[in-house]
């Protein structure tokens, strides 16, 4: 399976973006799927996960302003972000725990900038 992450872009404070994973397979049997970001200077953080069974957890600086689903009949995974900071510029990272493994998509860079 590999990853497509897409959406990112240039945004105002306060402005909304859907990122997409787009999966070259199916996603039905991924127990975990997650969004992370990595910020310039700074390491890779997790943004939050989703299980198969749809249990959501968020880190604490986006609870509330964003949202992680999937669509397993599309092979896709989503993070709705809205109320968005200039903090949460980075470039955002998908991720799929297949047993041992964690497979990444390629990234994409959100800006949130005025």
């Known amino acids: 399976v590999q990853l497509q992450a897409s959406g990112g872009g240039l945004v105002q404070p306060g402005g909304s973006l859907r990122l997409s994973c787009a999966a070259s397979g199916s996603i039905r049997n991924i127990n975990v799927m997650a969004w992370y970001r990595q910020a310039p200077g700074k390491q890779r953080e997790l943004v939050a996960i989703?299980?198969?069974?749809?249990?959501?957890t968020y880190v604490d600086p986006v609870k509330g302003r964003f949202t992680i689903s999937r669509d397993n009949a599309k092979n896709t995974l989503y993070l709705q972000m809205s109320s968005l900071k200039p903090e949460d510029t980075a470039v955002y990272y998908c991720?799929?725990?297949?047993?041992?493994?964690?497979?990444w998509g390629q990234g994409t860079l959100v800006t949130v900038s005025s």
């Open positions: 991720s799929a725990r297949i047993g041992a493994t964690t497979l």
């Open positions: 989703i299980s198969d069974g749809r249990t959501t």
